[in-house]
């Protein structure tokens, strides 16, 4: 089974509407994240959550707007899509674990992806 | 400003020999390194890592090499196998930090 689930996996639509795409977690981590990947643009950040009251802008948060609606839950919405908004959408966790230098390694656990495409 | 480069979008070699894979950082303040793997149609999945105050870390088939003075990180995948073919993406954070800076990638393909 897997720890970090993302739905819808392929998601088609126009210009205008309103998109929200899901992740959750059987990890326990407290620590959620949402990505995008562009084609050699790699992966960058958009929102990401200590816990379900802390919520945080990353590198490219315009456009984006998330809820964190339980620990294992962290929904990514795009209120009005446009097309720039193409891409492949990762949601991630993590939790702080002890490196062998003893210092916390931030490690992080991602999900399968969301195929999103704007028309 | 791209923080982290990785400026090789793709790499082949032959199954059994080495592979190694670059990136190059710019922020001088980054202390903690590493290397996530990705296939098609799934996450990317974390490989192994490095603290700035190593300059070597092995684990199994892979290491990764740091060189602090030129800003400069390597994976070495030996022998390299078909199933070791994705994507590799070079990762840094800075004092604990949560944010991961993520290279571009490079494409790896092993040939039987």
């Known amino acids: 089974d897997a720890d970090v689930t993302q739905t819808p996996r392929n998601r088609i639509t126009k210009t205008g509407k309103r998109i929200m795409l899901e992740c959750s977690q059987t990890?326990?981590?407290?620590?959620m994240y949402w990505y995008r990947q562009d084609p050699g643009l790699g992966l960058r950040l958009i929102y990401y959550?200590?816990?379900?009251?802390?919520?945080n802008k990353g590198e490219i948060s315009d456009g984006y707007s998330v809820s964190r609606q339980a620990q294992a839950k962290f929904s990514l919405s795009l209120e009005s899509a446009i097309p720039n908004q193409t891409a492949l959408y990762f949601c991630?966790?993590?939790?702080?674990?002890?490196?062998?230098?003893?210092?916390?390694?931030?490690?992080?656990?991602f999900g399968p992806g969301t195929r999103l495409t704007v028309l | 400003d791209q923080q982290v480069k990785q400026n090789s979008p793709s790499l082949s070699v032959q199954e059994g020999r080495i592979s190694i894979l670059n990136c190059d950082y710019t922020?001088?303040?980054?202390?903690?390194f590493l290397w996530y793997k990705k296939y098609p149609a799934e996450g990317p999945t974390f490989l192994i890592s490095?603290?700035?105050?190593?300059d070597k870390n092995e684990d199994g088939r892979f290491t990764v090499f740091l060189n602090k003075s030129a800003k400069h990180l390597s994976l070495h995948i030996v022998p390299s196998q078909p199933g070791d073919s994705a994507v590799y993406f070079c990762?840094?954070?800075?004092?604990?930090?949560?944010?991961?800076?993520f290279g571009k990638g490079t494409k790896l393909t092993v040939n039987p």
């Open positions: 991630a966790t993590s939790d702080f674990s002890p490196g062998t230098s003893g210092r916390a390694v931030n490690e992080q656990f």
């Open positions: 990890k326990g981590h407290d620590r």
């Open positions: 959550s200590f816990d379900v009251k802390d919520i």
């Open positions: 922020n001088s303040m980054f202390d903690y």
């Open positions: 490095i603290s700035s105050i190593k």
């Open positions: 990762a840094a954070t800075q004092g604990g930090s949560e944010k991961l800076v």
